[in-house]
Nanobody
Framework: QVQLVESGGGLVQPGGSLRLSCAAS????????MRWYRQAPGKQREFVAT???????NYADSVKGRFTISRDNTKNTVYLQMNSLKAEDTAVYYC?????????WGQGTQVTVSS
């Protein structure tokens, strides 16, 4: 059974940093791309970052230069390091992967950027 479990969210001041983690199980983690999405109140879920099985990365323009996605295949975990956080980064952050033409999502972790 595929499971994605996010952690690491919280309340942080503008300009601060957080690192999110997503622990994966139930599939061969190293063989699949992983993604982070986010959903702010009243808005649609949006793409944040992706990392391929080979380690290639891509980012939304809104987070480029501030966020870094990485993976540790020995721990079946994908990370999102978020620096220089802004109020507009406030959202629920979700981990995602596509397996056998089906999307799998974690339960999400709340990130709130506020002074």
């Amino acid at each position: 059974q595929v499971q994605l479990v996010e952690s690491g969210g919280g309340l942080v001041q503008p300009g601060g940093s957080l690192r999110l983690s997503c622990a994966a199980s139930g599939f061969t983690f190293s063989s699949y791309s992983m993604r982070w999405y986010r959903q702010a109140p009243g808005k649609q879920r949006e793409f944040v970052a992706t990392i391929s099985r080979g380690g290639s990365t891509n980012y939304a323009d809104s987070v480029k230069g501030r966020f870094t996605i990485s993976r540790d295949n020995t721990k079946n975990t994908v990370y999102l390091q978020m620096n220089s956080l802004k109020a507009e980064d406030t959202a629920v952050y979700y981990c995602n992967t596509l397996l056998y033409d089906s999307d799998y999502w974690g339960q999400g972790t709340q990130v709130t950027v506020s002074s």
